[in-house]
């Protein structure tokens, strides 16, 4: 009958789908893993250290050996494509998946030591933090000795992440167990799509939304949610604060054309991974647009809230009536700088491809700001006298910077209408000049029109000597940081053997950008996880 699969064929679809859901276990580790020890050289978290910047300064790997760059080994996750981003901490690989399953793996060979199934999908990377850091590194040194076998000192390294319903988990490190989760947001669209950042003994969480996209349907009530970030304590999960983006309650406001009641204010959902700034004692946030059509004052904004009590310090609005149709909102994390000076600036990109370097000591005042586009790819009036005319596109995911330039890689696929222009540019910290752009090439592809896209979604991430960024139409690339000659390319669209024995699918390069350590690159394609070395030893 039409609608009903033939039993043989029902039984073989389950079995093919019990063996996908099961591949992770079939190169299991043969030795357990030991405790997990927070160490320098690693990549924990979104943007590496608790300034965003996605910069490794140790990356065992020179740029120009990069040219070397090959497969070292590949793994297939169950089920889904992946954008999250991996974490590497004591050789231990942590990731999370759109299933809901979260992987600890061997960074070296690829091998399992665990996996847990959280009740959503996850889009967030991994933070790995210490539970009693804190409390012991204040007790005398000889307290500390007499309690060197007290469970306090013991506590296990927990591993932090958040989901798509908007809850937070914290897992044993060293055997995947649940520790506790946290309900931060009971919004029905609410998800967390931010890294958590742990500062101290707090764990810092941003929360995002799909109501935007719920909100094309006429039926829907539109629209309820508020932005927000909180404070959680790490031992316990328990919120210690937390503050919305849009001060005001929703209340109803009209109804729709289709008889549907309205809500607002609405919005200001923040989808990035929070900046800590500790000498100021403040956490910086970069928020979204209205999802109402009431602006508010911390609408498309970069906003400063108090670590330990969550109060609104500063907030600079970035709204511009020229932004074009790649939106005024925000999905690429503050990123906190010094410059050679001793100054420190705080940068913010926007969905329209306008960069700010905000003064973090004045309210964000302005202190510059360009706007970036694709001169080869079409006319269009810059925003500054520094800025790259060109065509219109943005920032989706993730700048990044070293001790001189900001990199900032730029999407087509945000305008509308979308185009498939992208590039990489590298602008001076200081002034917000252009030191260099390069478009990206424009290979032949295969796929279908969106992987088919040469934009720069992905986040950019730098060594010394050279940038990584990662095109949707599946092309992984290393730039010269001095002048922006590609170094490298691995068209990642294509599949792949892999650790665990079944074949996987790499595709676009979305979200989450490529982390570098001990001589490794790593990042997600598709339903691939690829680790890259010097000629794949």
Request: with cysteine; proline share 5%; charged share 15%.
């Amino acid at each position: 009958m039409r609608g009903h699969a033939p039993a043989g064929l029902s039984a073989v679809a389950a079995l093919l789908l019990g063996l996908a859901a099961n591949a992770a276990l079939a190169d299991a580790c043969p030795n357990a893993a030991g405790p997990v020890a927070l160490g320098s050289v690693q990549w924990n978290g979104w943007g590496r250290t608790l300034d965003n910047a996605r910069y490794q300064p140790e990356p065992a790997i020179r740029a120009s050996d990069t040219p070397k760059l090959a497969l070292k080994w590949a793994f297939r996750y169950s089920n889904g494509t992946e954008f999250g981003q991996p974490t590497i901490v004591d050789e231990r690989l942590f990731v999370t998946s759109s299933a809901g399953r979260v992987y600890a793996l061997d960074s070296k060979t690829g091998c399992t030591y665990w996996t847990y199934d959280a009740a959503a999908g996850s889009r967030t990377a991994v933070t790995v933090g210490e539970l009693a850091r804190k409390r012991v590194a204040a007790l005398p040194r000889r307290l500390k000795r007499t309690l060197a076998h007290l469970d306090v000192i013991k506590a296990p390294s927990a591993a932090f992440f958040g989901d798509d319903t908007g809850a937070v988990y914290a897992l044993d490190a060293q055997k995947g167990t649940l520790l506790w989760k946290t309900q931060v947001d009971t919004h029905p669209l609410a998800r967390i799509v931010g890294t958590p950042v742990l500062f101290e003994d707090h764990l810092y969480v941003t929360v995002s939304s799909t109501e935007e996209s719920a909100a094309a349907n006429p039926s829907y009530s539109c629209c309820t949610f508020r932005g927000s970030v909180a404070s959680l304590d790490i031992a316990t999960g328990k919120i210690a604060w937390k503050s919305y983006t849009v001060l005001q309650e929703p209340q109803p406001t009209h109804q729709n054309s289709a008889g549907i009641q309205e809500f607002g204010p609405a919005g200001a959902a923040i989808s990035s991974s929070p900046t800590i700034d500790g000498a100021r004692h403040v956490i910086y946030v970069a928020t979204g647009s209205s999802g109402s059509g009431l602006e508010q004052s911390l609408t498309d904004a970069v906003a400063a809230f108090d670590l330990v009590d969550g109060k609104l310090r500063w907030v600079k609005q970035l709204a511009r009536p020229d932004a074009g149709a790649g939106g005024a909102g925000f999905l690429s994390s503050p990123v906190l700088r010094t410059l050679a000076s001793g100054n420190q600036i705080l940068f913010a990109a926007q969905k329209s491809g306008v960069v700010y370097g905000l003064d973090p000591d004045h309210g964000g005042e302005i202190l510059w700001q360009t706007k970036i586009g694709d001169p080869s790819a079409g006319a269009g009036p810059a925003m500054a006298s520094t800025g790259v005319a060109g065509h219109p596109g943005g920032v989706a995911w993730g700048i990044a910077a070293d001790h001189r330039n900001l990199y900032v890689a730029i999407s087509g696929a945000l305008a509308q209408p979308a185009n498939f222009s992208g590039s990489l540019t590298a602008l001076d910290m200081k002034t917000g000049i252009a030191r260099w752009h390069r478009p990206a090439p424009e290979p032949a592809c295969t796929g279908g029109e969106h992987n088919c896209s040469h934009g720069l979604a992905q986040a950019v991430t730098v060594m010394p000597g050279g940038a990584f960024s990662g095109s949707l139409d599946g092309h992984l690339r290393a730039y010269s940081t001095i002048d922006g000659k590609i170094l490298w390319d691995f068209d990642t669209a294509r599949e792949f053997q892999t650790k665990n024995g079944i074949k996987a699918n790499g595709g676009s390069l979305d979200h989450g950008g490529a982390t570098i350590v001990n001589g490794s690159v790593y990042v997600n394609s598709g339903n691939a996880l690829l680790a890259f070395s010097i000629e794949g030893k």
